[in-house]
């Protein structure tokens, strides 16, 4: 009788060891679940800067869980595109503090006016480095891009610009073209009709030749505030270009605008009966 209580006395001794282990393991997992991450990881933010010098980009960073005290991420900044802080973009440092049960806060990004040209687009790449809690696995990285963008309206880009170039294999002689009328076709869209298009290395032209009279319609889209596009149909440029005959101009890949300084690019192609003259690129100019 004394040997079967003691082996259960000892059996019961186990067991109970082999709960408080239990519940170790237990409260070990849970806390090794608290992971930090990208709440926006799979996606890409698009940062316009403008020149204000209030503007920000919040970028949202947090826990997989909320805690009991202040966890400290670290992170780093990398730009594959060249960007470089205090040049593109600064920083106010290279960690954050998500304070206690709390789940999320955000970095805040503050992007240069003056360090962008109106072309000019830049990718940051943000990666969690360390800190007080490891990174989420797949969510340890985000991605920002960062453009120069001016407010304007459409009717702003008529009038003259005397500073014109085409690009093929060299850079022609400047010229000037004109944006006479502009028709809407959409809340966000409108033709502009340009006249002298590609003089440079087509003129020049006669008054009846259609890139002068009615001029060379180009559509505009500004649907999206990050990508204003522009784009030409395929249509005649004039009756003989350089002695060939009729010529055909179409757009190629999309072109782009900035409502920060009123420039326009242009991408197209000029065909005649013998074949095309290759690939250029107009920048309009003020």
């Known amino acids: 009788m004394k040997n079967r209580t003691k082996f259960l006395l000892a059996l019961a001794a186990s067991a109970t060891s082999l709960f408080i282990v239990s519940c170790r393991k237990d409260a070990a997992t849970v806390h090794s679940g608290l992971l930090s991450e990208f709440i926006n990881a799979s996606s890409v933010g698009k940062y316009l800067v403008t020149d204000d010098s209030n503007s920000v980009f919040k970028i949202p960073i947090g826990l997989t869980e909320a805690t009991g005290q202040p966890r400290t991420i670290r992170f780093t900044v ?21 304070p206690a049960n709390t ?3 955000s970095i805040s990004l503050k992007g240069i006016f003056s360090g962008y040209a109106a072309y000019r687009r830049d990718t940051l790449l943000f990666t969690i480095t360390g800190g007080d809690v490891p990174g989420r696995e797949s969510y340890t990285t985000c991605r920002v891009t960062l453009q120069q963008y001016c407010h304007a ?7 003259d610009y005397t500073r014109c170039t085409d690009e093929n294999n060299s850079v022609s002689a400047p010229y000037s ?3 006479d009328s502009m028709i809407p076709t959409g809340p966000s869209s409108a033709t502009l009709y340009i006249r002298n298009l590609a003089a440079g290395d087509f003129g ?14 180009v559509e505009f889209d500004w649907s999206d505030s990050s990508n204003l596009v522009t784009s030409i149909p395929s249509q005649q440029l004039c009756d003989s270009v350089l002695t060939y005959g009729p010529g055909t101009i179409s757009g190629t890949l999309s072109g782009s605008y900035s ?15 013998a074949g095309t003259f290759g690939d250029f690129t107009t920048i309009l100019r003020r």
Request: aromatic share 6%; glycine share 8%; with cysteine.
């Open 204 to 217: 020049p032209y006669l008054r009846n030749d259609a890139a002068i009279s009615p001029g060379i319609p």
């Open 177 to 179: 073209v004109s944006i």
């Open 78 to 98: 990398t730009s594959p595109s060249g960007a470089v802080e205090g040049q593109q973009y600064s920083l106010v440092a290279d960690s954050i503090v998500i």
């Open 103 to 105: 789940l999320v806060d």
């Open 259 to 273: 409502s920060c300084d009123n420039t326009i690019k242009l991408n197209y192609t000029v065909t005649v009966g």
């Open 153 to 159: 309206n459409i009717q702003d880009f008529l009038g």
